[in-house]
């Protein structure tokens, strides 16, 4: 075709996360407790660990920075979604595409880094808990999250920059209900290996990179755990990174499920339904993982839903 023909893409359709008229309604309000759910769960951790005096430690810290994420996260992908449940027509223009998958990119970025980050801590505070204050300090803290918001941005910039560096002629239809690199990728008309390359490096690095400090930390986790002689003693170490281990296992399975696997095995529609769930579900869940399970975030609502001003 020569160039002289292509039509150039100014928005794009999304397909949602189904197209049949009968479930558009009961979808967007499923959707729409999911994400009330999730801005309520996460500003409750975001609130309670910032006032409450008794979870002033760089778990809880780390613990906001995560909740910051889980909402932003969610807050990209959402009000957008639940608003074409209720039109015809599923348009985005092409800048606010290109702004959704970088914000979307930036956000899974910095949670993957923050959860290898929380791994850490665990390591630290179960393997060397005489020293975890001195180690884990503030300073720190704040250097691996601000490393931790930076390396989410430069990959957002490098990787978007990259999925919209090609060319978008006259197809136009995105299989996805937000803006995502492989549903873009596949629309392309121009060439796609750079970008795809880019795309499949930067997440099998970020998913494995993580992946590997998470694993490591847990291993030596478990090590001191079974050099713990009494039971009690094996139990509360165990209780302080269940939550923490039940968050990696969930994000991290789904999203080794979505990319890090060969574009000739890839299936849109499966991809589709496992966004729903690093997306949106995901981010509902984790304050639900942490405070049920966690004894002193339960302590901390209980003293400020009775007192807030002792908090």
């Known amino acids: 075709m020569a160039p002289e023909n292509f039509t150039r893409v100014t928005e794009f359709i999304l397909t949602g996360v189904s197209d049949c008229p009968e479930l558009q309604i009961p979808l967007f309000l499923v959707f729409l407790v ?30 906001r920075q995560l909740a910051i994420i889980n909402l932003g996260n969610s807050t990209v992908i959402a009000p957008k979604m639940l608003i074409n449940f209720l039109v015809k027509k599923k348009t985005i223009s092409f800048y606010e595409c290109a702004t959704q998958l970088g914000g979307f990119l930036f956000f899974i970025v910095s949670e993957v880094m923050m959860l290898a980050v ?21 300073r720190l803290c704040l250097l691996l999250v601000s490393l931790t918001y930076l390396y989410g941005f430069s990959t957002a910039i490098v990787v978007s920059s990259c999925v919209f560096s090609v060319s978008y002629c006259s197809s136009n239809i995105i299989n996805n209900f937000y803006c995502d690199n492989v549903p873009l990728l596949a629309l392309s008309c121009s060439d796609t290996y750079l970008p795809e390359t880019v795309v499949f490096i930067s997440a099998a690095t970020n998913v494995v ?33 269940a939550s923490h281990m039940m968050s990696v296992t969930v994000f991290y399975g789904t999203l080794l499920f979505m990319y890090v696997q060969p574009r000739s095995n890839h299936s849109l529609d499966t991809d589709k339904m496992a966004s729903v ?35």
Do not use: H, W
């Open 118 to 138: 929380m791994a850490y801590d665990r390591y630290v505070a179960i393997c060397n808990p005489l020293l975890y204050m001195v180690v884990v300090s503030r």
């Open 34 to 63: 999911l994400y009330v759910l999730t801005v309520a769960g996460n500003l409750g951790i975001i609130t309670l660990t910032s006032v409450d005096s008794r979870l002033q430690t760089p778990m809880y810290f780390f613990l």
């Open 277 to 311: 769930f690093y997306t949106l579900v995901v981010p509902m869940l984790n304050p639900l993982i942490y405070s049920l399970r966690n004894k002193d975030v339960k302590a901390a609502l209980q003293r400020f839903m009775t007192n807030p001003q002792k908090t």
């Open 209 to 241: 990179g993580s992946l590997i400090i998470v694993l490591v930390s847990y291993f030596n986790i478990v090590l001191s755990i079974l050099k713990i002689r009494s039971s009690e003693g094996r139990k509360k170490a165990f209780s302080t990174c």
